[in-house]
Structure formats: C-alpha cells, structure tokens
C-alpha cells in the first residue's frame, strides 16, 4: 500500500466511526449525542426507554446497515469482476428475482389463503425471510447447473439476465390477480429496510456475512487473475469452473441472505466498486477488498441516516435513498474521472 | 537427427470444436515436434485454425484425436496448475482492466508460484524484475496499462509470459498492429529469449518476410494439405512457400525472398542510367503500369546523377524532356499512355 492509499484508508475509518455514532444517535426519538456516548462507552444513562430504543432497535439497524453495506459491495465487486462487465450488480444472476418471486407467493397467495402476514408481527417476518431465501435459492440452483454445462461466462450473463426477467414477469402475473392491500405489503417489501432485524435474527445474519466476506478475501488471488479472462486464467493454473462456482456461491450467500432479511436493496451494489476503483484507482483485489467493505459501510450507514429523516416520524424507503444519494455520487465521480471506462477495457 | 530434446511433440494430432450433436476437425493428422531452445513461426491463412492449434497446445482446449506430449508426459496427465508452470501463453484477447499498473500484471505470471494469497517472495520479486528488465519496460513499470502503446503492452504481455518462467511461451499473433519497429522489435526479443534463456518459442504469425528471417522453424498450415514444418530456406527453395502465398496481387521473388505486389503492366519503354535511380524509378514505373524492357520502344527513359541529384531525361520520337523529380517523369509519361 502506498502513502496515498494509506491517507484515504485512514480517513475512511475516522468517517466510518463518525457516521456509526451520527447513525445511531439520530432517528425519530431524540436522544442527546453526549448520552449515546455515555451509552456506548457501557456507562449508565439514566433513562430506560433511551436505553431500549438503542438496544432493541438503533444499534442491531447500524450493525445491519454496516453488513449490507458491505455485503452488497463484495458481491458487487465479485460479479464485476467474474463478468468483466461495469454493469454487473450482486443481482445479475437472478438472485433479487429469485427472492421476490419467494415473498411475491409467500404475500400474494398467502393472503387468498386469508393469511395477512404483516399482521402475523415477528412470525411474518420470517415467513418473509424464508420465502424470500427459498425463492433465491431455486432460481440461484437452475443458475448454478447451468453454469456448469457452459464453458464462458459470458453466456452465464446472460442466462441470469433471462431468469430477472422471466421470474419478474411471474410476480407481475401474481399482482395482477391479487387483492390491492396483498399488493402494498408486497411493494412495501421491495422497498427494502433496514431497521427490522432483531437481535435473534442478527445472530443469523453477522456470522453468515462475516464468514462469507472472510472466505471471499480468499479468492482475491484467483480474482485478479481473472482480470486477464478467462484464457490467460486457464494458462496461469485456474481453474474456471471451479472458482466460477464458489464466487456464484459466496456471491448468492452475501446478497441472498441480505435480501432474505432486508429486501432488495438497489443500486449499493453496482455502485460501490466503483467508487471504490476510482477513488483507490487499482484493479488490485487485495486491496479493493478491505476499501469495499468500508465504503460500503459508509454509504450505507450515510444514506440510513437520511432515509430515516432525523426528528420526523416516519422514514424513508432505503431502496430509494441509495439510488437517489448514490447515482450523483458515481456520476460526479465519473465525470471528473474521465479515464472511468478504461478500467473496464484495455 | 534432433539434437535437442523435444518439449513439445504432437502425435497425429487433430484439432477441433466437438458439440453435442457433431465434431468439427479444424487440423487434421499433425505430427510434429517443438525442440527445446528452438523458435518456431506457425504460418497460414487466416481462419485455418492456428489459433485453434495452439489453445489445443496450451491445454486451453482438448485436442479431438491424437496425442499432445509436453516433456515426455500426455498433456491430459497434467493438473492445470503443473502445466501453468511449463507453457506461458500472450494472446490477442482484450483485458478488461485498464487501471492495472505494468508491474502488477507482470506479477501476475507468478500466479501459479505464489501462496493462496497471491502474496512475493523474493524470488518472485526476483524473477519478475528480471523480466521487466530483459523486456525492456522497465521505464513504464508504474503505468497502467490502458496508458501504453501497443507495442509497449505487447512487451509488457511477453514479459508477464516470462515471469511464468515455463520452458514454453506460446504466442498468437504477437506483432498483430504493430508498426515496424517495434515489430522487429518484438521478433528481435523473441529470438534473444530463445537463443539466450533456452526457452522454446512458438508463435502464430503473418510477418512472413521477418518470420522466416528468424525463425528456427516453421510450421506451415495449407489449405486441404498436409502439416508441413521445415527450415525457413528449405521451404523456399523447394516452393513450398509459395503456396502460402498464391494470390494474383502477390509477386514472389525466390532469388531475394522479397514480396511485391503484382501490378497489370499496359507500356512498355526502356531504362538505363545511375543503379539507385534506377532501382527507385522501376518501383515508379511499375505502380504506373509501365514495364521496362529489353526491346526497342519509343519511350526511352535515361537517369543521371548530377553532383547530389538525380536528372532523368525522357527521349520520345518527337521530344526530349528533362525532369528532375520521378513524378514529373511520371507526369510527362501520362501523356503517351493514351497513344
């Protein structure tokens, strides 16, 4: 790592920590930022309703935010990376689709059954998640079957592709016979949220993404490889089925189970590699890895903190506020960057 | 009749692309060896099935029939990682990551060298300066790629190829849009590596006329004929080169190896005079479609050397003209094309 890396590394932490402590001392319910300290610290507060509201709910959705964050990244970076294509997201292969298809049933057939799972309280969420992991689990099967019939992964692209369209064409038959309030608990699912995991449900997701994430930095050798193609891979000793297979594996763990838990979350995923590729400007995954963690992180812990609109009552789709905060973050970053799209091309 | 040991032997060979519903042989019944040190062009047309040869070669792409014998063992016998460590490859295929810098692709080649982390050791570091340094790249080694010229990056790719550090570099079309210099250039390292490392060189090229310069050998494809590998000067003298190269806009010279295109010549007129201005003016002529002959004619063409110029005059039936460049000559001579 050179100087300059390191200089934007520390400053990535410090923002980190900052935005952790802003992240949960916001929120609708005002509470002082000495008093989070205090909290934080370990130190008694004085105040038992505070004390819940940052244990049952602000502290496990600043750990959630901090896991997607960095979950979607890697499996951004990933994808990118296995498809050599900038367009490439945790969801090409179908993984999001596979997940709405899941909940769309789970919802949407669910209540012609007389079932309303929003009012089922923490046994409907997960059924949610359940349905959601089960849908992006089928889809992500078929995907990785045929990923071993096919020898280039291009044709990989664009089978994943097909599956997003076909099983987004099933739910938009599912909508049209469904009852309108089916409808707005399925949209309000896909509108994504951050804030409903408890603590039981994270003892579930941490170990999941951390282990993935861990067992993904692994790769990185295979990965940088892979940058020559598939041809120079084969000749450097890599073997392409079997590192596309655990990258379509780690991939589907990251982004399904944080859509199981959390519903699609858009745009974080494509985005983050590349803010992290040009403010970093290396192609090196060794050092990608850690920067896309924490980026990601940060974003999301940033657009968090907006979507949940500090002081008001109510709060902000997330799915909405990552792409609204998030695309003039890339754009300018694009912009300034004239030489962006030559790190995709040689 | 080898003296050297073969790396590289191929036993009735044929190569391909097998679906599900049928096999399609490119090459057929190839039986050939690549000795150890030796630097070989794989010369054909395009779309003959090179490029298909040699992925077949590398273990990229299994062969359909016959056998690929890499130092004594069946190239199916090798786990991909073992055969990493024999044969490096450059190929033509696009690299989808401009922001890589030169020395971390260079680096890359110890891939098949390094712990699971990917991380140097001092004798990678080691090898990979040494390539850097024998490519001649050590001036941009901190640039990314997508700021090189192309023939900077094919160094920098044979260089990557080098830091494998196999006993076999296979290369498909290594000097492909790259302009004189720098494709001599490239040919000129290729052949130092093999003279100097001992390294076995095999190369899919076009450059015929530098190719056969300095090869060792060469591996000719011909439409609907047999595998042919031979010495440069012995495939000339006994014609089979030509065949290569049979085409109506294509003139072969066998007494000097040089190419030319073959222009329709319509006049006839004589030359004589300074050797050089001669030379040059021929050249002229003969784009113009003007033969020189032997004959009498009525178009007479004298050039002289005076001091450092050149003078031609042009003797007609009717007129004398003095030029004192080859386009007035040419100029002058437009006008009795129409006689």
């Known amino acids: 790592m050179n100087k300059q890396v390191l200089t934007i590394f520390t400053s990535l932490v410090i923002l980190l920590i900052l935005l952790l402590l802003l992240n949960i001392s916001l929120g609708s319910v005002y509470i002082p930022f000495h008093k989070t300290l205090t909290f934080l610290i370990g130190k008694d507060i004085g105040h038992i309703g505070w004390e819940n509201i940052l244990i049952q709910f602000r502290i496990p959705k600043a750990i959630t935010a901090i896991l997607v964050g960095s979950g979607l990244g890697i499996s951004g970076l990933l994808m990118q990376t296995l498809f050599r294509n900038p367009l490439a997201g945790p969801f090409v292969l179908g993984i999001s689709s596979g997940a709405s298809l899941g909940v769309a049933i789970a919802i949407l057939t669910g209540m012609s059954f007389g079932l309303a799972i929003n009012q089922l309280g923490i046994g409907g969420s997960w059924i949610l998640t359940v349905s959601a992991s089960f849908g992006a689990f089928l889809v992500l099967s078929v995907v990785i079957l045929v990923s071993l019939k096919i020898r280039d992964s291009m044709s990989l692209l664009i089978i994943g592709l097909m599956f997003g369209s076909a099983t987004g064409a099933i739910v938009s038959v599912l909508q049209f016979f469904s009852k309108a309030e089916s409808i707005q608990a399925y949209l309000i699912w896909t509108f ?10 994270l003892k579930i997701f941490i170990p999941v993404i951390f282990l993935t994430l861990g067992w993904a930095y692994t790769f990185s050798k295979s990965l940088n490889a892979l940058l020559l193609g598939d041809n120079y891979s084969r000749s450097m000793g890599v073997n392409i089925k079997k590192t596309r297979l655990i990258i379509i594996i780690a991939t589907s763990l990251l982004a399904g189970t944080i859509t199981a838990f959390c519903g699609p979350i858009a745009f974080i995923g494509i985005a983050i590699p590349h803010i992290t590729r040009l403010l970093f400007n290396t192609a090196n995954h060794k050092v990608l890895f850690p920067m896309v963690i924490f980026s990601g992180a940060i974003l999301m812990l940033f657009c968090d903190i907006i979507a949940q609109m500090p002081g008001k009552e109510y709060t902000l789709p997330i799915n909405a506020v990552t792409s609204v905060l998030g695309a003039p973050i890339v754009i300018w970053l694009v912009v300034r960057r004239k030489d962006f799209s030559k790190s995709f091309s040689g | 009749m080898d003296h050297n040991p073969c790396v590289i032997e191929l036993k009735n060979l044929t190569v391909g692309y097998r679906s599900t519903k049928k096999v399609i042989p490119v090459l057929q019944n190839i039986n050939v060896n690549l000795q150890k040190g030796e630097m070989v062009c794989l010369v054909g047309e395009n779309g003959i099935g090179k490029s298909t040869l040699l992925r077949t070669l590398a273990g990229i792409q299994p062969g359909l029939e016959g056998q690929v014998i890499i130092n004594g063992k069946n190239i199916e016998d090798f786990r991909i990682q073992e055969l990493s460590k024999i ?12 922001n890589l810098k030169v020395d971390e692709l260079v680096s890359l080649g110890r891939h098949p060298y390094t712990n699971w982390l990917g991380n140097l050791t001092p004798e990678d570091q080691d090898k990979i300066t040494w390539a850097i340094e024998i490519s001649d790249i050590k001036n941009i080694r901190e640039k990314p790629i997508n700021e090189l010229s192309d023939g900077q990056f094919q160094k920098v790719l044979i260089a990557r190829a080098l830091a494998q550090d196999g006993d076999i570099i296979i290369l498909d079309e290594p000097t492909a849009h790259l302009d004189l210099p720098n494709k001599i250039s490239i040919l000129k390292l290729l052949k130092d590596l093999s003279d100097h490392t001992g390294k076995s060189i095999l190369m899919a090229t076009h450059e015929l006329e530098f190719g056969f310069q300095m090869a060792d050998r060469i591996w000719m494809v011909l439409k ?30 066998l007494s000097n190896g040089r190419f030319s295109v073959n222009h329709e010549l319509k006049w006839q007129c004589n030359l004589e005079g300074d050797p050089t201005a001669v030379f040059w003016t021929i050249n002229a002529l003969h ?42 000559v040419i100029n002058s001579l437009k006008h009795f094309q129409h006689l």
């Open chain 1, 192 to 201: 994504g949220s951050l804030g409903g995991l408890t603590w039981e449900e």
């Open chain 2, 87 to 98: 044969i490096s490859l450059v190929l033509t295929d696009r690299i989808f990551a401009g």
């Open chain 2, 287 to 328: 784009r113009n479609r003007w033969s020189i002959t032997q004959e009498e004619t009525n178009v007479k063409i004298k050039a002289v050397k005076i001091k450092n110029h050149f003078e031609w005059i042009l003797s007609t039936d009717k007129k004398n003209i003095t030029c004192t460049k080859i386009e007035e």
């Open chain 2, 224 to 253: 609907n004929e047999k595998f042919i590998s031979g010495v440069p000067e012995d495939l000339m003298l006994n014609h089979t080169f030509e065949k290569l190269i049979q085409h109506d806009a294509v003139n072969y010279d």
